[in-house]
Structures are given as structure tokens and as C-alpha cells.
DNA sequence: CTAGGGTTAG
């Protein structure tokens, strides 16, 4: 009888119409799309269940937390929720605080009515909720204030709580706070441990991510793939290759290399320390692969200037199925530029929006603008910049001016040079190249003029350093450090390696016209001869610390100045090592007194 | 069955 009234008599959810409250709780269980979440409500209001809590409370979190909810109908739903309840004010925070922005500020929006109109009190899952809105809506104010809260409510003792806090924290830059926050909770697990590892890991803190490691064995909460992910992250970043080699046995010893992050992290870090067969090997015992894996072997690839594999991956990377993303042409490009593919790298471009739907970034055209002016077509590299839709961007310029160096092309560096005034975002590095290049040509005069620059405009410069890892440790270096504990000794050693280069031909760059590079400082910038670049340290401590024959990794975050170069080729002639110099744009296997860059870059 | 953690580029 009652089934007649109803227009959906037909319908396969018709036996629930004398169905009970606990039937229909199942069934929005297993609800998993808005189609039959609109049936499933239209047979609660026909049984009378929409007062009925648990009911009205499954259905509402259901609109606004799963994949494929609706908040908006959610907000139908909570509004008409006579006295809403904790967890029906937890939903729609939830829902929210995994919206798109700016929805997010929503969340903070119910959770200052929730204390001002209801008589519902928040509880951890409601600051769980809300702090990830902090977080993801940038809301740094928001998050002190919500601590503040969380203390006088007491959940300052709640792990959960307090991991939310420190992520919150750390995803508004204060990275300190997230760490007061870490050390003054009353326990930590496993995941606040690998919280804290992966913000310090994003934030860029790559040293203390791994020191977090030493602390977090100390206090015997185990490990999981998280951890090795992370900080495998901030190995491959530093270039703590024996590291990365302890995490990748941890991986084998519990399983973990099967796990595809785990897999993908191991390839980039052998990758970035050098070993490019290492993270080969690791690539083949892959049993599955993602677009992380392909992208990981071709950037690889890439930064070694091995463009003709970075392509190979790429066609086997489409025999695979997997689709490409904009990072697999950074690293096609990367390669092709470096090893000198033109032709290549143009086809790749066009490719990414004819046939990928891609649209190439400023990091594709900085890319592009390298590949022209590597190969001594400034020209085209700077017709590449002008029709550009970022021709404003210094990253452009800047590219080309490197390009300008390498080519000795003092009209079109001066251009470069003009645009960088221009755009306000001249930087010492960019004075110091457009002084080698005047230098190169042997205009005294454009030196002095750069020189003074550099000095009037109290130009800003970036530090430079290296770092090397010996045994466990990670030591770095600055020019002419002498803060190391064994400096006396490193100098010491220094002297013994340039005497012993210098037997097979090396000849220390006098000249205080070479710019260099790393020159952080006036005093340094201008005499080279006087100053140990920070590689040249790194290298005297590794020959110094390691055991004959084997390699060494020197990683560092600028560009490797000519005199340096040169010097390591005839180290790693006259010590037979091999030394792999990670530069802030590529890789340099020195062997035998040669290197894989052919001296160009 | 209301909560917190992972990789490539920059």
C-alpha cells in the first residue's frame, strides 16, 4: 500500500522503504557516489529518520568528507540539524579543511560558531581538523591561537593533537615552533617522528632531518617506510650516499624495497649521490613502477648530462603506459641540453602541449633558453626569452648570461646584464660572470667597472659551500674555512695535493682577473689565488679520510669556478680517483685527469 | 570504522 505512494516503488533500494534505522545505516556505509546518496536520503525523509542522530550524522559526513560528497549539500544537510552535535560540527570542519582554497577559511568560520552559537564543546578530532585548515589556508595567526586553545582544553597531552600542531606549524614556516612543540609533548610516536623528519625534509633542513634520525634510535620507536622516505629525501638533497646505503639496507632487512615510495626514494638518492648503476639496479627490481620511478631515472639522467638514456627512459616510460608530467620533460630537456641534443630538446618542447596536453612552465623555457646558448646559439636563446610569456623573469637572463660565459660573448652578455639591472634582481653572481666574460676578453676596464658594481650597490650574495661525506658525518665547508676541528691538517694536505696536481700539470690561476664564482665576499671575490674555494677542502679532507682508490662525492650549491675545475682534473689524475662534483645545475665525473662535461658547462 | 606521517622539480 504505502509503496504505491512512493515514486520510486521500482527502484532497488524499494524493500528498505519499511526498512529500519539500522538498514539504512548500512547502506550510507556503502554509499559512494551523490546519485545514490540522493535515493538513500529521499528514504529517510519517507521513514522519518532525518531526526534520528546517528542517522543525519552518517549521512552529513558522508557529503562532506568522502571523494565524492558535496559540501554544499552537506551545508543543506547541517542546517537543517536542529541542535548540531560535536561530530556533526567535526564533519563539515573536516570537510572543509580539505577543500580547495580559499574554501578552507570555511572550517575556521564553523569552528568560531561552534564556540560562540552552540552548545557543542570541540574535542581533539575538532583541533585535528581545524589545524589541518591552518595549515593548508596559511593561517599562521590562527594556529598560535588554536594552540593556545588546545592547552587550556587540555588536549596539549594528545599525540595526535600535538603531531597536527607541529605540521601546522611547520607548513607556516615556523619550523622552530613545530620543533618546541616536538620536544615538549609528553610522548612521541612513530608518525609525530616521521612528522617531524618530513617538515624539516620540506622545509629544506636537510641536516637536521637526519640528525632528527640519531635521536629518534635513541628512543626506540622503530621505523617504517615513512622514515626512509623522508630521509632518503634529504640524503639524496646533501649527497649522504654511505647514509642512503645504511637506509637502503634498513629497507631490505624489513621488506621495504618493495614498497613503490621506498623504491622511488632509493632510485633518486643513488641518482643524486652519484651512482646512477645503483639506483639501475634498483630500478629494474622494481615489481611496479609509477610516474615518480620514470621521472626518478630520467632526471637522473638528466643532471648527469646523459641525454640519450633520459630519452630511452622516455620512450620505455610510454611503452609502459605511464603518462608523463612536466618534471619528465625537466629532465628530458635537462639532459638534452647538457649533452649538446638541439635538435631533441626543440622536438621535446613542442611535444609537451602537442601531445601532452602540457604547458610548458618558466623552468621548461630556462631549460630551452640553456639548450640554445649551451650549443652557441645565443641567438636563438634569446629569441626563446623574447617570446616567452615569463620574459620578465631574471631566471631567463640569468641562464642566458651563464650561456654568454661559456661562448666569451660580451654583447649579448651585456644585454643579459642590462635586463637583470632592469627587473631589479641583480645578484653578485650574475657581476661576477659578466666579469669573467669581460675578463676573457680582456677588457680591464669592464672588470674594474664590475668590480664596482658589486661594491656600490652593496649587492647581495649567496655563501658558498660544499659539503662531503666521510664515514657518517657530513662536513662542510666555506671559502677558506677554518672552522673544522682538523683544519690545520686540511690545509696541510691542501698543499700536499697541489704540489702533487701540479707534477701532472696542474697551474693554479693566478690571475686575479678569474672571477670566481663562489665569491661571497669582496675581499674573497676579486683574488682568487689567495682563496681555497670551498671544493678545494672538501676534496684535500677526502683524499685525506678515505682509503686509496675509492670515490669521492663532493656536493656544493653553486657552480664550480674554472681554477676549481681544472684542479680536480688533475687530482683525480695525479691520486687516480675518481671525484663526482654535484654543482648546483649538474654532474662532473672527474676520472683519470678528464671530465664527463667536456669542460663544458 | 570521525584523527596524525611518504617520493621526483623549485
Redesign the pocket.
Known amino acids: 500500500m504505502m509503496q504505491s505512494l512512493h515514486p520510486n516503488s521500482n527502484s532497488k533500494f524499494t524493500p528498505l522503504m519499511m526498512a529500519n534505522a539500522k538498514a539504512i545505516l548500512s547502506l550510507l556505509?556503502g554509499c559512494n557516489s551523490m546519485r545514490k546518496l540522493h535515493k538513500i536520503h529521499a528514504h529517510i525523509l519517507i521513514n522519518g529518520y532525518q531526526h534520528n542522530p546517528s542517522i543525519s550524522e552518517k549521512l552529513l559526513?558522508f557529503c562532506a568528507v568522502s571523494v565524492s560528497g558535496s559540501l554544499a549539500y552537506a551545508q543543506l544537510v547541517f542546517h537543517r540539524i536542529h541542535n548540531p552535535q560535536?561530530?556533526a560540527w567535526?564533519?563539515m570542519i573536516?570537510g572543509f579543511s580539505q577543500s580547495l582554497s580559499p574554501l578552507q577559511l570555511q572550517a575556521i568560520v564553523f569552528y568560531n560558531h561552534m564556540l560562540s552559537a552552540s552548545h557543542a564543546w570541540p574535542?581533539?578530532?575538532t583541533f585535528?581538523?581545524l589545524l589541518?585548515a591552518c595549515e593548508e589556508a596559511k593561517e599562521e595567526g590562527k594556529c598560535r591561537e588554536v594552540h593556545g586553545f588546545i592547552i587550556r582544553f587540555g588536549y596539549d597531552q594528545?599525540?595526535?593533537?600535538?603531531?597536527?600542531l607541529i605540521?601546522s606549524y611547520a607548513g607556516n614556516g615556523l619550523i622552530e615552533t613545530a620543533h618546541k612543540v616536538f620536544e615538549e609533548m609528553p610522548a612521541r610516536?612513530?608518525?609525530?617522528w616521521?612528522?617531524m623528519i618530513?617538515c624539516y625534509?620540506?622545509a629544506g633542513l636537510h641536516e637536521e632531518a637526519l640528525k632528527m634520525y640519531d635521536q629518534m634510535r635513541i628512543s626506540n620507536v622503530g621505523f617504517?617506510?615513512?622514515?626512509?622516505?623522508?630521509l632518503l629525501?634529504s640524503c639524496?638533497?646533501v649527497g649522504a650516499l654511505h647514509m642512503g646505503v645504511q637506509m637502503h639496507r634498513f629497507a631490505c632487512e624489513r621488506r621495504?624495497v618493495e614498497?613503490?615510495?621506498?623504491g622511488?626514494?632509493l632510485i633518486?638518492m643513488y641518482a643524486?649521490c652519484g651512482s646512477l648503476a645503483s639506483a639501475l639496479s634498483i630500478f629494474n627490481s622494481m615489481p611496479k613502477r609509477?610516474?615518480?620511478t620514470w621521472?626518478?631515472m630520467i632526471?637522473g639522467y638528466g643532471v648527469h648530462g646523459r641525454g640519450d638514456e633520459a630519452i630511452t627512459f622516455f620512450g620505455r616510460m610510454l611503452m609502459a603506459g605511464v603518462r608523463p608530467?612536466?618534471?619528465?620533460f625537466?629532465g628530458l630537456l635537462c639532459g638534452c641540453s647538457h649533452q649538446g641534443l638541439v635538435k631533441e630538446g626543440v622536438q621535446y618542447f613542442h611535444m609537451m602541449s602537442s601531445e601532452f596536453n602540457l604547458k610548458p612552465g618558466i623552468?621548461h623555457y630556462g631549460c630551452m633558453v640553456d639548450l640554445f646558448g649551451r650549443a652557441g646559439k645565443l641567438k636563438e636563446a634569446l629569441e626563446v626569452i623574447r617570446s616567452s610569456p615569463s620574459q620578465h623573469d631574471p631566471v631567463l637572463w640569468r641562464t642566458l648570461l651563464g650561456s654568454c660565459k661559456i661562448h666569451r660573448n660580451v654583447e649579448i652578455g651585456e644585454m643579459a646584464m642590462r635586463n637583470l639591472v632592469q627587473l631589479g634582481s641583480l645578484g653578485a653572481g650574475d657581476c661576477v660572470l659578466l666579469s669573467g666574460i669581460y675578463a676573457e676578453a680582456k677588457d680591464l676596464q669592464g672588470v674594474a667597472r664590475m668590480r664596482k658594481l658589486i661594491q656600490s650597490r652593496g649587492i647581495k650574495t649567496t655563501p658558498g659551500w660544499s659539503w662531503i661525506e666521510v664515514g657518517d658525518q657530513v662536513h662542510r665547508f666555506v671559502v677558506d674555512d677554518k672552522s673544522h676541528p682538523d683544519s690545520r691538517e686540511i690545509y696541510r694536505k691542501l698543499e700536499e695535493v697541489i704540489h702533487r696536481a701540479s707534477l701532472v700539470g696542474y697551474a693554479m690561476e693566478e690571475s686575479s682577473l678569474v672571477a670566481a664564482p663562489e665569491s661571497n665576499t669582496q675581499e674573497y671575490c676579486w683574488e682568487t689565488s689567495t682563496s681555497y674555494h670551498s671544493e678545494k677542502l672538501a676534496i684535500a679532507y677526502g683524499l685525506a679520510r678515505t682509503p686509496e682508490g675509492t670515490s669521492l662525492l663532493i656536493v656544493k650549491n653553486l657552480r664550480v669556478c674554472r681554477d676549481c675545475h681544472n684542479f680536480t682534473k688533475f687530482v683525480s689524475k695525479a691520486f687516480d680517483r675518481e671525484i663526482i662534483v654535484r654543482d648546483r645545475v649538474r654532474f662532473h665525473h672527474f676520472r683519470g685527469g678528464h671530465c664527463s662535461c667536456k669542460d663544458f658547462w
Open positions: 556505509q559526513n560535536t561530530p567535526n564533519s573536516r574535542d581533539t578530532y585535528s581538523f589541518k594528545d599525540v595526535v593533537v600535538c603531531t597536527n605540521r610516536d612513530l608518525v609525530s616521521n612528522s618530513s625534509c620540506h617504517d617506510g615513512f622514515t626512509l622516505v623522508s629525501s639524496a638533497h621495504l614498497n613503490i615510495f621506498v622511488n626514494a633518486d643524486k609509477d610516474v615518480f621521472n626518478s632526471v608530467n612536466s618534471i619528465t625537466l623552468k
